[in-house]
Nanobody, 113 residues
């Protein structure tokens, strides 16, 4: 039972990235799914959450209008589309659900010119 994040990288301010989260060992369709991030020296924060059927989403204020969380239950995948990236979005990004104990390896997002 695990979540594996991918899609991070180095991008210039104003650029875009799409993060992916692949679930294995269980079916995500019954669970809320979330993306968290942790920047150096800061606490981990909830970035976005999506309900089990995808009908409702929640975002931290700092990413509203720029990030979009989505899910494909048939593929057992969760995504985070990040647009208009800012240097303050630089962090390690983690996928999370209550079904999986602990955290995965995350994917690094660095926004810099």
């Amino acid at each position: 039972v695990q979540l594996v994040e991918s899609g991070g990288g180095l991008v210039q301010p104003g650029g875009s990235l799409r993060l992916s989260c692949a679930a294995s060992g269980f079916t995500i369709s019954s669970y809320y799914m979330s993306w968290y991030r942790q920047a150096p020296g800061k606490e981990r924060e909830l970035v976005a959450m999506i309900t089990s059927a995808g009908g409702s989403t929640t975002y931290v204020d700092s990413v509203k209008g720029r990030f979009t969380i989505s899910r494909d239950n048939a593929k057992n995948m969760v995504y985070l589309q990040m647009n208009s990236l800012k240097p303050e979005d630089t962090a390690m990004y983690y996928c999370y659900t209550t079904r999986v104990r602990g955290w995965g390896q995350g994917t690094q997002v660095t926004v810099s010119s």
